[in-house]
Nanobody, 130 residues
Framework: QLQVVESGGGLVQPGGSLRLSCTVS????????IGWFRQAPGKEREGVSC????????NYADSVKGRFTISRDNAKNTVYLQMNSLKPEDTAVYYC???????????????????????WGQGTQVTVSS
């Protein structure tokens, strides 16, 4: 079983920055693709970014391209989401999740489909407001 824990959320002003962290632990023999998702009140959960098992491939939602950067340090079993130029519409609970698919792990790809992720963290609140 994998354990996924997010941290780093908080309250920031528009234009500010935050860095979220996602740590993965458990009976893991190989690295997995990791996705960041977010859910705002009254809205469906949406994909923000994902990173492949090796870290060589990444994807971003159009709404965050150029502002957010996903990266990973496999030696620390940690994935980061650096969020710059934050906007009020970025306000949401942010979730980290692990993709357990062997096929995608071998292909070293990631997809921003919540149904592809089997192990989820508890979420961390990000609020962007003056």
């Amino acid at each position: 079983q994998l354990q996924v824990v997010e941290s780093g959320g908080g309250l920031v002003q528009p234009g500010g920055s935050l860095r979220l962290s996602c740590t993965v632990s458990g009976s893991t023999l190989d690295y997995y693709g990791i996705g960041w998702f977010r859910q705002a009140p009254g809205k469906e959960r949406e994909g923000v970014s994902c990173i492949s098992s090796s870290g060589r491939r990444t994807n971003y939602a159009d709404s965050v391209k150029g502002r957010f950067t996903i990266s990973r340090d496999n030696a620390k079993n940690t994935v980061y989401l650096q969020m710059n130029s934050l906007k009020p519409e970025d306000t949401a609970v942010y979730y980290c999740a692990a993709d357990l698919s062997l096929w995608r792990r071998v292909q070293d790809i990631c997809v921003m489909d919540s149904n592809s992720f089997a192990s989820w963290g508890q979420g961390t609140q990000v609020t962007v407001s003056s």
